[in-house]
């Protein structure tokens, strides 16, 4: 006699929030308990407390580390098989193995870079937060650096590829403009940042979209000293530049982007180049729905 299948009991309590939460998790590897009540909770008490229901049923798993003054850091939450299983389904692909999704947690886990990712991740979990409060905006995509690498993401004429750190596409009303992100947590020499430009002036020049690149910078000291270096190196591609430790606003939403050549204000999201018409929106997502790209 055939086992039951464990998946099925477990949809039955899973709200519509859960499963956005799994199809994140699933793209985006790993996310902090903060970053999910951002994205998705209107507190961190709700929060807590239906991830912890989540990790019971098996559909998330979780790690953290002990601090070295006491206490602990939160927990990164990765996804669980079942819900590896769930977004699987729902995709019509294939669940991963156990044992390659125990490998993969225990990579993230262990990871030089996760802080990185965790940082990256931040700047999508900001924009989806916004969204929440304020319903003229939303964010139409947001992919992995994985997502925006695979063959023909963007098209099939595309030929150069990208390793962004993250692609969105962001509207605002009647504005709709996608974007690439670079984020710097100011260990790299400035003429690496500078260099990576190539590999999308490459990408335009062989027919994918003049998306800015936004550089989301550890200090506002290593921006200005990035524009310094920015002026002796002709692109392709419009650069965008903010700190994350600005005196002023720091949502990536706001007015906090500095266009590379535009002596101008600082500029919001919104209104960075990149404009996307209803017509090109429609003509860029409808091949990811066709292909089940998310």
């Known amino acids: 006699m055939r086992g039951r299948d464990p998946l099925l009991p477990i949809l039955a309590q899973l709200t519509n929030r859960d499963r956005h939460l799994l199809e994140l998790l699933h793209d985006h590897k790993v996310l902090t308990t903060e970053q999910i009540c951002t994205a998705l909770f209107p507190n961190l008490d709700t929060a807590q407390h239906r991830l912890i229901k989540l990790y019971r049923l098996g559909v998330v798993d979780r790690f953290r580390w002990l601090r070295e003054g006491g206490g602990s850091y939160s927990w990164r939450y990765t996804i669980g098989p079942l819900g590896a299983a769930y977004v699987a389904a729902l995709r019509g692909v294939d669940p991963p193995r156990a044992d390659k999704l125990t490998a993969q947690r225990r990579r993230l886990a262990t990871s030089p870079t996760l802080d990185h990712t965790l940082g990256a991740n931040q700047f999508g979990v900001d924009l989806l937060g916004h969204t929440r409060a304020h319903p003229a905006t939303k964010l ?23 390793i962004p750190d993250a692609h969105g596409i962001w509207t605002d009303s009647d504005h709709a403009m996608g974007w690439f992100l670079e984020y710097d947590t100011g260990t790299e020499p400035l003429t690496r940042l500078v260099d990576k430009l190539t590999r999308y ?35 392709a591609v419009p650069v965008a530049t903010a700190a994350r430790d600005h005196s002023g606003p720091r949502h990536p939403a706001e007015a906090i982007w500095t266009l590379h050549g535009d002596a101008g204000p600082r500029r919001r999201l919104a209104d960075l180049p990149g404009q996307l018409t209803a017509e090109q929106l429609h003509g860029i997502l409808q091949p990811a729905i066709l292909r089940r790209e998310r």
Do not use: I, K
Request: charged share 15%; aromatic share 16%; hydrophobic share 50%.
């Open 140 to 162: 139409v995509r947001w992919w992995s650096p994985q997502q925006a690498s695979a063959p023909y993401a963007f098209g099939f004429a595309v030929v150069a590829r990208l």
């Open 201 to 235: 002036s490459e990408f335009v020049n062989t027919g994918g979209p003049a998306f800015p690149v936004l550089f989301w910078l550890h200090s506002a000291a290593r921006e200005h000293r990035l524009h310094q270096r920015l002026r002796a190196a002709p692109t």
